[in-house]
């Protein structure tokens, strides 16, 4: 079993940034996609950010379009942790962010149905 917990999360206006953290235990491996989704207020779970192993060593990052170049998703496998930094927030990223884990495979990295593991998820909201 995979455990993961979010944290970050928090009140900001419009334009100003945060980091989220997802904290990883139990039988995670660095070849895990890691993934990040967020789910607004009466919508449906969304897409946001991941990043998956090569098979090379080196990982590939995906952004939605509306992340791209505002988010950055790293990973640190040593202590386990992904992080989203968002910058430029915007009241439309108002939402609850949710860490997610699924083994390297193939399939959508854009489908959450492809994640077996979620966290919590943390509160962003953004003041217009």
């Known amino acids: 079993q995979v455990q993961l917990v979010e944290s970050g999360g928090g009140l900001v206006q419009a334009g100003g940034s945060l980091r989220l953290s997802c904290a990883a235990s139990?039988?995670?491996?660095?070849?895990?996609?890691m993934g990040w989704f967020c789910q607004g207020s009466g919508k449906e779970r969304e897409f946001v950010s991941a990043?998956?192993?090569?098979?090379?060593?080196?990982?590939?990052?995906y952004y939605t379009d509306s992340a791209k170049g505002r988010f950055t998703i790293s990973r640190d496998n040593a202590k386990k942790t992904v992080d989203l930094e968002m910058n430029n927030l915007k009241p439309e990223d108002t939402a609850v962010y949710y860490c997610?884990?699924?083994?390297?495979?193939?399939?959508?990295?854009?489908?959450?149905?492809?994640?077996?593991?979620w966290g919590q998820g943390t509160q962003v909201t953004v003041s217009s």
């Open positions: 990043t998956a192993w090569s098979g090379i060593g080196t990982y590939y990052t």
């Open positions: 997610a884990a699924r083994p390297f495979q193939m399939g959508s990295i854009y489908d959450s149905t492809r994640y077996g593991y």
């Open positions: 139990g039988r995670t491996l660095s070849t895990f996609t």
